[in-house]
């Protein structure tokens, strides 16, 4: 069966390609950049003796705690839902004329958008109050971690690898 391109998959690349939509997608990339470096703040200030939610889950009720955090939530899962549906796009649009090959990376496109609409969904349980508390998977962990030998330097190695990842998404996004 020849590869022809449907009425979906043209309108699909229709949006991709408008400017509103890839705006919408960078803010995601931001919201990732942001959640990044919260991440590893947190670590950093669980090592010096703050709370001890150094993880996304810690970086959302951290947020969660403060009005204005709030509306950045809400402008986190706008930002992460929105390049969560511009890879389903990408995976939508895929034009690889071999079928085995076009379905293999739809599903490579598909899978990175999962994180995103993953943590996005978690967003959005702290920006409508519902979010779980991370309190004794998180912070026991953390604390684990710390009372390790050692456990401060990985902690640290872990905030410098999540503010790393968030720069990385500056250049790439």
């Not at 890839?22 to 090592?47: D, M």
């Not at 649009?93 to 996005?120: F, H, I, M, N």
Request: charged letters at 10%; zero cysteines.
């Amino acid at each position: 069966m020849a590869h022809g391109t449907s009425a979906a998959e043209r309108g699909a690349g229709r949006l991709r390609q408008s400017s509103w939509f890839r705006v919408g997608a960078r803010a995601g990339f931001a919201a990732a950049v942001l959640l990044h470096i919260l991440v590893g703040g947190l670590a950093i200030s669980a090592v010096t003796g703050g709370p001890r939610e150094a993880d996304q889950s810690g970086a959302l009720a951290t947020l969660a705690t403060n009005p204005a955090g709030v509306l950045l939530l809400w402008g986190i899962v706008a930002g992460l839902f929105g390049v969560g549906l511009w890879q389903l796009l990408e995976a939508a649009t895929v034009t690889e004329v071999d079928p085995k090959k076009r379905w293999a990376l739809r599903l490579q496109e598909a899978s990175v958008a999962v994180p995103y609409v993953a943590v996005g969904v978690t967003a959005l349980r702290y920006a409508t109050g519902t979010g779980g508390s991370t309190e004794n998977s998180t912070e026991g962990a953390t604390a684990g971690l710390m009372g390790t030998p050692l456990g401060t330097a990985l902690l640290l190695l872990a905030a410098a690898v999540a503010i790393a990842v968030g720069i990385g998404f500056l250049y790439s996004g």
